[in-house]
Nanobody, 120 residues
Framework: QLQASGGGLVQAGGSLRLSCAAS????????MGWFRQAPGKEREFVAA????????YYADSVKGRFTISKDNANNTGYLQMNNLKPDDTAHYYC???????????????WGQGTLVTVSS
C-alpha cells in the first residue's frame, strides 16, 4: 500500500511537499502516480514517475508548478507543490502502476489520501 502524507492548509501562492511511503518494495518497472480528488469531482491525474529511470509526467494544470521525485533507498516518493492555487484544493493520493497511464483505474495499492486546502 502507498500512503500519502504532508497535506495541510496553505495560502494561495504557497508551497507544500507531499510524501508517499510504499509499504512494499517498488521495482524499476513500476511507476508511482499522484492523483487528486476534489469534492464532487472525479479523481484526476497529477503526476507520475518511473521508479527505475526517473522519467516524469505531469498534468498540464500543474506543469511548471509541481515536481515529482523519488527516493529509491527509502521507497518514498514526493510531490513538491509550488505556487498553489485554490483550484489545487483536493485530497491527494498516491498509487502504483506497471505502465504509464493517466487513468486512476490503471493504478493500485491506493492508501488514504492527504488533504490539501489552498485559501485565496
Amino acid at each position: 500500500q502507498l500512503q500519502a502524507s504532508g497535506g495541510g492548509l496553505v495560502q494561495a501562492g504557497g508551497s507544500l511537499r507531499l510524501s508517499c511511503a510504499a509499504s512494499g518494495r517498488l521495482f524499476s518497472s513500476h511507476l508511482m502516480g499522484w492523483f487528486r480528488q476534489a469534492p464532487g469531482k472525479e479523481r484526476e491525474f497529477v503526476a507520475a514517475i518511473r521508479w527505475g529511470s526517473g522519467l516524469t509526467y505531469y498534468a498540464d494544470s500543474v506543469k511548471g508548478r509541481f515536481t515529482i521525485s523519488k527516493d529509491n533507498a527509502n521507497n518514498t516518493g514526493y510531490l513538491q507543490m509550488n505556487n498553489l492555487k485554490p483550484d489545487d484544493t483536493a485530497h491527494y493520493y498516491c498509487a502504483r502502476a506497471t505502465s504509464y497511464s493517466t487513468r486512476a483505474y490503471d493504478y493500485g495499492r491506493w492508501g488514504q489520501g492527504t488533504l490539501v486546502t489552498v485559501s485565496s
